[in-house]
């Protein structure tokens, strides 16, 4: 018979933030609900898919000065789509009160809903989690980090270990991969960890976590367990399954050596390849053509197609090694790599047209990808 | 084999608003394409589809004050979709060279395009319009009345004349019509108009012309032929081709008497409907019930359903007639009627719950409109 008062706008936000994780496409309608719990000292929300639980805490000031008040303690299980719905739409105070059978009554000035519930008892509980053993982060480097990997991740289940980034830590530093084995990227990051070990966090629930802790500056305590991975910080945590299984050796596939360096623009080079991709796209690969042809210069050419076709001559900042190469790379690849990276100049590495190319921004050697590339005919 | 010098801002600007009516789906490529015409004195783009052409001119000044220059006259059809593209993303002035076979060539700074282009004399020609006999209005007037009418129409194809608005001339005024035959809206505009009678203008053309008149204030004249009907600026034409047939009589569908008369804030309403739809979305027609019981108050509410239900109470303004009163509405047609109305206060006739509402602003006659109610079990 839970009972409480409270801001429309607070509850409003932290209904969507949980609710971005519940999916209507289930099979028992309770998986579809947001679990509401109201202690003396705060309101809990929680929302969960088969991989992805979060749970939203919002304190309760004993001077009622955010506005919000328990009359009585309990919980409930709403549909997480309804009640999204309504309580953005209420004008003011939301007063929420469980009466018999699981029936919900939201009043908010003189509009009064009647939502049917369901029994909190009969919702999954929170997967176990010992919480002593933590990582500290800033939640704004945890974000970059995900980032500047997570979108080179794979998107398809037949290697299940590829749709994760994976979390290495060690003594002092955090390095996150992802791989889809045509493409790489890894960063790096100093910390203080008394963890030591890999795990493999999916990417849908990293893509979560960017979007839980995105719009806030906090810090962040990573804990873990055999088969979870928590992201917290005082109102909100974020529970992630693990991908089981080993995760690549990557470092062997970084070469150690080049035939040829050149140093570019960043954006400059990004936006010729977005310009060249315009017909590249018609092609299965998205294929551009990367020609170092003149001494310092690079010419950027999209295939020549149907419509037509597009090339480009770009100076180049700095060039070592082999002044003639030609090489065929997915524009798509390319858009995504150089996006990632903030820094204003790039160095790209390459051996010769059948050996990835490394990316890596000028002046910092934390994050490096791999692009492999297309074979051309 | 035509040449010219333009401002890449300017050019993008006008290759995007004619390329809004371009379709991807045709048959033959070239109507896939914009029509490019330079003359010395000014810039011609042309698109189209089977309903609408729009033309669009770029004024050559002599002093070369906006950076456009005609080297070669001359006239070329080039993929809109392409030439979209690429024009948004060149970075600087683009000049534009047409070579042998029509091949097309694209330079800003030191990034060159080919495109495959089209024969322009193969592209259909402007339908023919006489230019002489003209309605003078202002843009923001006439994109209002179509913004207040043109949702109202319908979207099924069955009877062609209702896909349409039907705009109707007579000595001093112009009134627009649209109906679906379960909802109308109707809005009258004083104006000097020597056209006299009725044109069924599609509701495809309009949204259109909403869309390139939409962002900038002047004059439009308006031109009619047998049929065709022309929206035209100084710099932007816009044809549409007319629907044949007879629109129904309208006149005879206004209630000139009501039994109940309820004068309500426009905003609170949209936003309580809004509400209430959340659970009426589950019904095939939207069902809201709006009941006055209480003298002064108004009760909306969704049927209820197996997630839940919603109701509010609103102040009624003023009331005259019959204080008892109970019909059911579709929600979706209540919202886009009261979006399309800019007035604080509505005023709402009813005659029993079987005949349709008439909504009108209160305190500005020159728009109703009329909404059929629901027929509940």
Chains 1, 2 share one sequence.
Request: charged residues 20%.
């Amino acid at each position: 018979m839970m009972e409480f008062k409270i801001s429309n706008v607070e509850f409003a936000k932290a209904v969507s933030e949980v609710s971005n994780v519940v999916s209507n496409k289930t099979t028992q309608p309770i998986l579809a609900g947001i679990k509401l719990i109201a202690k003396a000292d705060c309101l809990i929300l929680i929302g969960s898919n088969s991989d992805i639980v979060i749970e939203r805490k919002i304190p309760i000031d004993s001077e009622g000065l955010n506005g919000c008040k328990v009359y009585k303690t309990g919980s409930i299980v709403i549909s997480a789509k309804y009640l999204n719905e309504i309580i953005k739409k209420l004008p003011n105070e939301i007063h929420l009160k469980v009466t018999e059978n699981q029936s919900v009554i939201i009043q908010s000035e003189d509009i009064i809903t009647k939502l049917n519930g369901f029994n909190s008892t009969e919702y999954p509980s929170l997967p176990y989690v010992n919480f002593s053993n933590n990582i500290r982060i800033a939640s704004d480097a945890l974000i970059d980090i995900i980032k500047q990997t997570v979108f080179a991740s794979s998107q398809n289940e037949s290697r299940p270990v590829l749709t994760g980034v994976n979390f290495s830590f060690e003594k002092n530093s955090l390095t996150c991969a992802a791989t889809n084995s045509q493409r790489l990227s890894l960063k790096r990051h100093k910390l203080n960890s008394n963890i030591n070990g890999s795990f493999i966090v999916p990417n849908t629930a990293l893509i979560e976590l960017v979007k839980l802790f995105g719009d806030c500056a906090t810090e962040i305590d990573i804990f873990t367990a055999d088969n979870h991975i928590v992201f917290k910080s005082n109102t909100k945590s974020l529970y992630s399954r693990l991908i089981e299984g080993n995760y690549p050796n990557i470092s062997g596939l970084i070469p150690q050596q080049s035939s040829t360096t050149v140093t570019l623009d960043t954006k400059r080079l990004l936006k010729g390849i977005d310009r060249a991709s315009i017909f590249a796209s018609e092609w299965r690969n998205n294929n551009i053509k990367f020609q170092v042809s003149e001494k310092s210069k690079v010419k950027i050419s999209s295939l020549s197609s149907e419509m037509g076709q597009i090339e480009e001559i770009q100076d180049i900042k700095n060039i070592s090694g082999d002044e003639e190469l030609n090489i065929t790379l997915d524009g798509k690849f390319m858009i995504d790599a150089l996006k990632a990276i903030k820094e204003d100049e790039v160095s790209i590495c390459f051996n010769g047209s059948m050996s990835p190319i490394l990316i890596m921004p000028v002046g910092n050697p934390s994050h490096l990808q791999l692009i492999s590339p297309v074979r051309s005919n």
